[in-house]
């Protein structure tokens, strides 16, 4: 089975700019869980989609938003973007949610 | 409010020797605890979970410890491989519904040959 994709893998954007990542999930898995790895920070949860829907939401700005749509694809937007917004942004899929999270390689997001 | 801590930032271990990894949680609501692996430019492999109703797991070369009362695990490698040089992140899972992962800041494991 193929892993978990996510595009594009590296990005730069300026201050006040937007961004959409996109993350594929594992065929068959329809959670799909977000993700911020910064230095400072190490990994946070951005939020989790279930069947199309939030399930579950960590605690970030609105400027932080996602969707899934229903082939379980999701994709995560972040606007007005800040320096602070440079990161790591990671993917994980399971079946249902209650199960292993598998990640994805990630989309490094620089903001100049 | 860290709920997840791993205290030692780095670990050096000579090959063939046994690595072990700490870790510690605040949150009893956690039920299920995970190690990821993970090397730079690249997402978290995941290496060995357990639920919060054992006490101990093992896959291969790897053992996971979990002792509730003190809210503490450990990750056991051994023998030690130069290839199991890697940040080693320890992860717990919101109970019920919530499936979100709380991670710690990882450890930096080298293993010299």
């Known amino acids: 089975k193929a892993g978990v994709t996510q595009t594009p893998r590296y990005l730069i954007k300026t201050r006040g700019q937007q961004v959409t990542l996109s993350c594929s999930p594992i065929?068959?898995?329809?959670?799909v869980s977000w993700y911020q790895q910064t230095p400072g920070q190490g990994l946070q949860f951005l939020f989790e989609?279930?069947?199309?829907?939030?399930?579950n939401k960590g605690n970030f700005p609105g400027r932080f938003s996602g969707r899934q749509f229903s082939n379980s694809r999701s994709e995560m937007n972040v606007s007005t973007l800040e320096l602070g917004d440079s990161a790591l942004y990671l993917c994980?899929?399971?079946?249902?949610?209650?199960?292993?999270?598998?990640f994805g390689p990630g989309t490094r997001l620089l903001v100049l | 409010d860290q709920q997840v801590k791993q205290n030692s930032p780095s670990l050096s271990v000579q090959e063939g020797r046994i690595s072990i990894l700490n870790c510690d949680y605040t949150n009893s609501m956690f039920d299920y605890f995970l190690w990821y692996k993970k090397y730079p430019a690249e997402g978290p492999t995941f290496l060995i979970s357990i639920s919060s109703i054992k006490d101990k797991n093992e896959d291969g070369r790897f053992t996971v410890f979990l002792n509730k009362s003190a809210k503490h695990l450990s990750l056991h490698i051994v023998p030690s491989q130069p290839g199991d040089s890697a940040v080693y992140f320890c992860a717990a899972r919101g109970g019920g519904s919530n499936y979100k992962l709380t991670f710690g800041k990882g450890t930096l494991l080298t293993v010299n040959p």
């Open positions: 994980a899929s399971t079946p249902g949610g209650g199960e292993t999270q598998y």
């Open positions: 065929s068959g898995h329809r959670s």
């Open positions: 989609y279930f069947s199309e829907t939030q399930r």
